[in-house]
C-alpha cells in the first residue's frame, strides 16, 4: 500500500497525449510564471508571463538549463536544484521562497513559488512544472511598512513609537551597567505663528529644516525623533549632565539663529528645552514624562531656554498646566469664543456633481482676538472631558447654518471625539435635534479610526443609533492602522476617508498609490464611498479620478474659510 504522503497529488497533474505532445493552453493566462522541465531539468514550455519576467524570448529559453536563470550570487543554483531533485525523489509538491531569478537586464528578482511533478499515465514521472511568483512589489511594501512604523512621514526621523521603545533599552541599560544617559524633549516657540499665517505646507518645510539643524548636532550613536507636533526629542547615549546641558544650549542657540523664509515672509522661531537624566536612580520613573515637564516649565519661565528636571518642578507643572488649559477652554465655552471654519470636499465623479459637500472645522479665539487653532487645544479638551461640550456647540452652529442656507444641496460632515460617542446626554441632543430639524440625510458624522476601534463596540452601537434616524457615517484617517480591513466589515460606515499620509504623495510614491488603490478597490467591493484627504495637487487629483475615488478634499482644492460665508459661496 502506498503512504499517504505519496497520495498527496501535485498542483499541475497533466497527461500525455498520444502524441507525447503536452497541453499548457490553459496556463497561457496566468499572471504568474510557469516553466515546464524535461527530467534534464531543460525548458521545454515557458507561459507569457514567465518569459515577461525573464525578458526572454520563447525561442532563447527552451532547451536552456533551468539552473542558467537563477542567481549565483545568492547562492540560488543550488538551492533551486536541490528542490528539484528533492521533487523528482519525492514525487510530492516543493515550496521554495527567497530565491533571486535572473531577468529583466540582468536584475535579480526576488521569487519564490513551487516545483510540481509532471506525470504521464499512470505514475511515471515525465518532467516537471515550476510556478514562480515575483515578490519584488512584496519586499518593497514590507520595506515600506517596517519603514513607517519607526519613522515619521514628514521629517524622516524617528517616531515616537520607535523612541520610547529605545528610551525603555536605555532605561533598563542603566539599571543593569549602571551607565548614565540623558534625553532631551524640544518644543518649538512660535511654530503655530506660522502654521497660522502661511499655511500647513509652510510649517512642515519649517519642521523638515529644524530637524535637519538639530541632527547636525547630534552623535551617531544618538537618537533623534519627532514626537508629535512641533515636539522632538533626543536620547543621548552615555552622557554625562554637564554634556547633556551644554548640547542642549547649543541646539537652543541653532535654532534662535535660524531664519525662516516662506513666501518673502520671514520668521524666527525658538526652542523650549527640557532635560532628565536617566541612571538608576530615576530608571523607575516616567522619563519621558519627567523631560516633558522640564520643557513646560522652561516655557512657563519665558520660553527659548533650557531647563534641568527638578523633582520641584513636577507637581508645578501639572497643577498650572491643569489650571491653564481647562480655564481657557472653559471660558471660551462660556463666552462663545469658537468659530467654524469650513472645506469643501468635491465629487470626483458625475454622480454628485450638482451636491456640495464640507468638512465642519473648530477654532477657538483667545481673549486677545488670536485665532487657535485646533492642535493647540483639542488634545487638551478630550483628555479633561470637555469635548462633549465643544462637539454639542459645532453640532448646533452647523444645523443653524443649514437652517438659514437657501442651497439645500449643501451637506456638512461634523468631527465628533472619542469621548462624545460614550455620551449619553450629547447622542440624546443629536436625537432631539434630528426631530426638530429633520436635516439628518444633510449631515455626516465623522469619527477617527483609533477612535473606532479602540471603542469598536460602543462605536458600533453609536453608528447603528445614528444611521436609523437618517445621519450618514464617516471614518477619518482609514489606513493608519495596519488592521484596518479587519474591522471593516463589521462596522456600518457609509464613507471612509484615506488617511492623508497615503494620499500626500501618492503621484509620486508608487507603494502609497498601491494602498490608496487597495483601500478603494475594497470600499468599492462592500458599497462604501471614498474622500481622499490632503490632497495637495492636480497630479494627485488625476490619479484618484483614475483609480475611481468619489470624492476629494485638500488644499489643492480649497483651504478652510469661516463657515458664516458658506451661504455666500
Same mark, same amino acid.
Given at each position: 500500500?502506498?503512504?499517504?504522503?505519496?497520495?498527496?497529488?501535485?498542483?499541475?497533474?497533466?497527461?500525455?497525449?498520444?502524441?507525447?505532445?503536452?497541453?499548457?493552453?490553459?496556463?497561457?493566462?496566468?499572471?504568474?510564471?510557469?516553466?515546464? /522541465? #524535461?527530467?534534464?531539468?531543460?525548458?521545454?514550455?515557458?507561459?507569457?508571463?514567465?518569459?515577461?519576467?525573464?525578458?526572454?524570448?520563447?525561442?532563447?529559453?527552451?532547451?536552456?538549463?533551468?539552473?542558467?536563470?537563477?542567481?549565483?550570487?545568492?547562492?540560488a543554483v543550488p538551492k533551486i536544484s536541490k528542490k528539484l531533485q528533492q521533487c523528482l525523489t519525492e514525487k510530492n509538491v516543493i515550496h521554495f521562497k527567497n530565491l533571486k531569478l535572473i531577468g529583466r537586464s540582468g536584475r535579480n528578482i526576488p521569487v519564490e513559488g513551487t516545483i510540481s511533478? =509532471?506525470?504521464?499515465? *499512470?505514475?511515471?514521472?515525465?518532467?516537471?512544472?515550476?510556478?514562480?511568483?515575483?515578490?519584488?512589489?512584496?519586499?518593497?511594501?514590507?520595506?515600506?511598512?517596517? +519603514?513607517?512604523?519607526?519613522?515619521?512621514?514628514?521629517?524622516?526621523?524617528?517616531?515616537?513609537?520607535?523612541?520610547?521603545?529605545?528610551?525603555?533599552? =536605555? $532605561?533598563?541599560?542603566?539599571?543593569?551597567?549602571?551607565?548614565?544617559?540623558?534625553?532631551?524633549?524640544?518644543?518649538?516657540?512660535?511654530?503655530?505663528? &506660522?502654521? !497660522?499665517?502661511?499655511?500647513?505646507?509652510?510649517?512642515?518645510?519649517?519642521?523638515?529644516?529644524?530637524?535637519?539643524?538639530?541632527?547636525?548636532?547630534?552623535?551617531?550613536?544618538?537618537?533623534?525623533?519627532?514626537?508629535?507636533?512641533?515636539?522632538?526629542?533626543?536620547?543621548?547615549?552615555?552622557?554625562?549632565?554637564?554634556?547633556?546641558?551644554?548640547?542642549?544650549?547649543?541646539?537652543?542657540?541653532?535654532?534662535?539663529?535660524?531664519?525662516?523664509?516662506?513666501?518673502?515672509?520671514?520668521?524666527?522661531?525658538?526652542?523650549?528645552?527640557?532635560?532628565?537624566?536617566?541612571?538608576?536612580?530615576?530608571?523607575?520613573?516616567?522619563?519621558?514624562? /519627567?523631560?516633558?515637564?522640564?520643557?513646560?516649565?522652561?516655557?512657563?519661565?519665558?520660553?527659548?531656554?533650557?531647563? %534641568?528636571? #527638578?523633582?520641584?518642578?513636577?507637581?508645578?507643572?501639572?497643577?498650572?498646566?491643569?489650571?491653564?488649559?481647562?480655564?481657557?477652554? #472653559?471660558?471660551?465655552?462660556?463666552?462663545?469664543?469658537?468659530?467654524?471654519?469650513?472645506?469643501?470636499?468635491?465629487?470626483?465623479?458625475?454622480?454628485? &456633481?450638482? !451636491?456640495?459637500?464640507?468638512?465642519?472645522?473648530? $477654532?477657538?479665539?483667545?481673549?486677545?482676538?488670536? /485665532?487657535?487653532?485646533?492642535?493647540?487645544? %483639542?488634545?487638551?479638551?478630550?483628555?479633561?472631558?470637555?469635548?462633549?461640550?465643544?462637539?454639542?456647540?459645532?453640532?448646533?452652529?452647523?444645523?443653524?447654518?443649514?437652517?438659514?442656507?437657501?442651497?439645500?444641496?449643501?451637506?456638512?460632515?461634523?468631527?465628533?471625539?472619542?469621548?462624545?460617542?460614550?455620551?449619553?446626554?450629547?447622542?440624546?441632543?443629536?436625537?432631539?435635534?434630528?426631530?426638530?430639524?429633520?436635516?439628518?440625510?444633510?449631515?455626516?458624522?465623522?469619527?477617527?479610526?483609533?477612535?473606532?476601534?479602540?471603542?469598536?463596540?460602543?462605536?458600533?452601537?453609536?453608528?447603528?443609533?445614528?444611521?436609523?434616524?437618517?445621519?450618514?457615517?464617516?471614518?477619518?484617517?482609514? @489606513?493608519?492602522?495596519?488592521?484596518?480591513?479587519?474591522?471593516?466589515?463589521? %462596522?456600518?460606515?457609509?464613507?471612509?476617508?484615506?488617511? *492623508?499620509?497615503?494620499?500626500?504623495?501618492?503621484?509620486?510614491?508608487?507603494?502609497?498609490?498601491?494602498? &490608496?488603490?487597495?483601500?478603494?478597490?475594497?470600499?468599492?467591493?462592500? @458599497?462604501?464611498?471614498?474622500?481622499?484627504?490632503?490632497?495637495?495637487?492636480?497630479?494627485?487629483?488625476? =490619479? /484618484?479620478?483614475? +483609480?475611481?475615488?468619489?470624492?476629494?478634499?485638500?488644499?489643492?482644492?480649497?483651504?478652510?474659510?469661516?463657515?458664516?460665508? =458658506?451661504?455666500? &459661496?
Open positions: 500500500m502506498e503512504s499517504k504522503k505519496q497520495l498527496i497529488q501535485p498542483i499541475y497533474n497533466y497527461e500525455l497525449n498520444s502524441n507525447q505532445k503536452r497541453d499548457f493552453s490553459i496556463l497561457d493566462s496566468l499572471a504568474d510564471g510557469v516553466i515546464s /522541465l #524535461t527530467l534534464d531539468l531543460t525548458i521545454d514550455y515557458i507561459n507569457p508571463s514567465a518569459i515577461e519576467l525573464l525578458n526572454e524570448t520563447q525561442g532563447s529559453i527552451n532547451k536552456k538549463p533551468i539552473s542558467d536563470f537563477f542567481s549565483h550570487n545568492d547562492e511533478p =509532471l506525470f504521464a499515465f *499512470g505514475k511515471k514521472v515525465t518532467g516537471l512544472v515550476l510556478l514562480i511568483r515575483d515578490i519584488s512589489n512584496t519586499n518593497i511594501l514590507h520595506k515600506k511598512l517596517k +519603514y513607517q512604523a519607526t519613522h515619521d512621514s514628514l521629517t524622516g526621523l524617528r517616531n515616537r513609537h520607535y523612541f520610547e521603545e529605545h528610551l525603555e533599552k =536605555l $532605561r533598563k541599560n542603566s539599571i543593569e551597567k549602571k551607565v548614565q544617559h540623558a534625553l532631551l524633549y524640544i518644543d518649538l516657540d512660535q511654530f503655530k505663528i &506660522v502654521n !497660522d499665517t502661511s499655511g500647513h505646507i509652510a510649517g512642515d518645510e519649517l519642521l523638515k529644516q529644524v530637524s535637519h539643524i538639530i541632527s547636525s548636532e547630534i552623535r551617531t550613536t544618538d537618537t533623534l525623533a519627532r514626537l508629535g507636533g512641533d515636539e522632538f526629542g533626543i536620547l543621548l547615549n552615555n552622557c554625562s549632565l554637564e554634556n547633556a546641558l551644554a548640547l542642549a544650549e547649543k541646539i537652543r542657540a541653532r535654532v534662535e539663529d535660524f531664519h525662516f523664509i516662506w513666501e518673502s515672509k520671514h520668521f524666527q522661531i525658538g526652542s523650549s528645552i527640557g532635560v532628565t537624566i536617566i541612571d538608576k536612580d530615576s530608571a523607575m520613573l516616567n522619563i519621558l514624562s /519627567l523631560a516633558d515637564i522640564a520643557c513646560y516649565s522652561a516655557k512657563d519661565s519665558g520660553r527659548n531656554r533650557v531647563h %534641568l528636571y #527638578t523633582h520641584e518642578d513636577e507637581e508645578l507643572a501639572k497643577r498650572q498646566s491643569e489650571m491653564n488649559i481647562f480655564s481657557k477652554i #472653559t471660558e471660551a465655552l462660556e463666552e462663545n469664543r469658537f468659530v467654524l471654519y469650513a472645506q469643501p470636499i468635491i465629487s470626483l465623479t458625475e454622480k454628485y &456633481v450638482n !451636491d456640495e459637500f464640507y468638512e465642519v472645522l473648530v $477654532r477657538m479665539i483667545d481673549t486677545d482676538d488670536i /485665532l487657535i487653532p485646533p492642535g493647540a487645544f %483639542l488634545s487638551a479638551a478630550e483628555r479633561y472631558g470637555l469635548m462633549p461640550k465643544i462637539d454639542r456647540y459645532v453640532i448646533e452652529q452647523a444645523i443653524e447654518c443649514l437652517e438659514k442656507s437657501e442651497n439645500k444641496n449643501i451637506s456638512l460632515s461634523i468631527n465628533l471625539s472619542g469621548i462624545s460617542i460614550n455620551s449619553k446626554e450629547l447622542t440624546e441632543f443629536i436625537e432631539g435635534r434630528f426631530h426638530r430639524y429633520s436635516l439628518s440625510e444633510r449631515i455626516c458624522f465623522e469619527i477617527t479610526e483609533s477612535t473606532a476601534i479602540t471603542n469598536i463596540l460602543e462605536s458600533k452601537t453609536f453608528f447603528e443609533r445614528l444611521k436609523k434616524l437618517g445621519f450618514t457615517i464617516s471614518l477619518d484617517d482609514f @489606513g493608519s492602522g495596519l488592521a484596518s480591513f479587519d474591522y471593516l466589515k463589521n %462596522l456600518p460606515i457609509d464613507i471612509l476617508k484615506i488617511d *492623508g499620509s497615503f494620499v500626500k504623495q501618492m503621484h509620486t510614491d508608487n507603494v502609497d498609490a498601491a494602498m &490608496v488603490e487597495a483601500i478603494i478597490r475594497v470600499s468599492q467591493e462592500m @458599497g462604501i464611498q471614498t474622500v481622499a484627504e490632503y490632497v495637495e495637487n492636480q497630479a494627485t487629483i488625476d =490619479l /484618484l479620478k483614475i +483609480y475611481g475615488v468619489d470624492f476629494a478634499q485638500g488644499y489643492a482644492i480649497q483651504k478652510p474659510f469661516p463657515l458664516s460665508e =458658506l451661504n455666500k &459661496v
